[in-house]
């Protein structure tokens, strides 16, 4: 069965700090998709990115950057130097691709507050 | 804004009572996925329907039913409404529903209070 686990409930950082938000996911399909989303305080869901299980590439978006690591069933999220408008609260989530099956599962999320 | 509709944004019912929730997707979007969020429990999957089928289901209660309409818009209905029922109702949609999974637009969510 597919699992995220965000084990950082809550993080708290000073503003221009880099933060690392972590994601360790359980799957036993050898396809599937991970995602990011961020909910800001006005409670929308907004979609970060989306990685398959095939591209194992770091990617850069700014100041955000992610790190897929397979062999330790990860996908960090950082935010380099740190704003105040990155105070959300962050989903890591997760999606086994195979035929029949395609829910996708979040985890618990990270709420990051950003400290001016 | 995501092109996701829900309607109502708000609801406050008592216990016992049934309510209705309706998203419209995003135009072209065949699957819509219904979560539920409440204060600790993080984003709970309930159910997904794509191009009106039904296709993956989640810890989606007995008292809680969806559909997808042939015009692709759905609905949530929610029973026998429990305090602990009071959560926030995200629909989302996407354009894929096969084995190529891809990015959910979520609707703002319909928060429903029971009281």
């Known amino acids: 069965a597919q699992k995220v686990t965000q084990a950082q409930t809550e993080i708290s950082v000073v503003e221009k700090e880099d933060v690392t938000l972590d994601c360790v996911y359980e799957t036993r399909d050898t396809t599937y998709y991970l995602f990011w989303y961020k909910q800001p305080p006005s409670g929308e869901l907004v979609f970060l990115i989306r990685?398959?299980?095939?591209?194992?590439q770091n990617e850069i978006s700014g100041r955000y950057s992610w790190n897929f690591q397979k062999s330790t069933s990860s996908f960090n999220f950082t935010i380099t130097a740190s704003q105040v408008v990155d105070s959300a609260v962050y989903f890591c989530?997760?999606?086994?691709?195979?035929?029949?099956?395609?829910?996708?599962?979040f985890g618990k999320g990270t709420r990051l507050h950003i400290l001016p | 804004d995501s092109g996701v509709t829900q309607t109502p944004k708000h609801l406050i019912t008592a216990t016992g009572q049934r309510v209705t929730l309706r998203c419209s997707p995003r135009?072209?979007?065949?699957?819509v996925y219904w979560y539920q969020q409440s204060l600790d429990q993080g984003l709970q999957f309930l159910i997904q329907?794509?191009?009106?089928?039904?296709?993956a289901k989640g810890n989606i209660l007995e008292r809680f039913s969806a559909q997808q309409f042939p015009d692709l818009h759905s609905e949530l209905n929610l029973s026998s409404l429990e305090l602990g029922d009071s959560a926030l109702y995200f629909c989302?949609?996407?354009?894929?529903?096969?084995?190529?999974?891809?990015?959910?637009?979520f609707g703002e969510g319909s928060r429903l209070t029971v009281l």
């Open positions: 329907y794509y191009n009106g089928e039904e296709r």
């Open positions: 135009s072209g979007d065949l699957s």
């Open positions: 989530a997760l999606s086994e691709a195979g035929i029949g099956d395609d829910k996708i599962i």
């Open positions: 990685r398959n299980s095939f591209d194992e």
């Open positions: 989302a949609s996407s354009v894929f529903g096969g084995t190529d999974t891809g990015e959910l637009f």
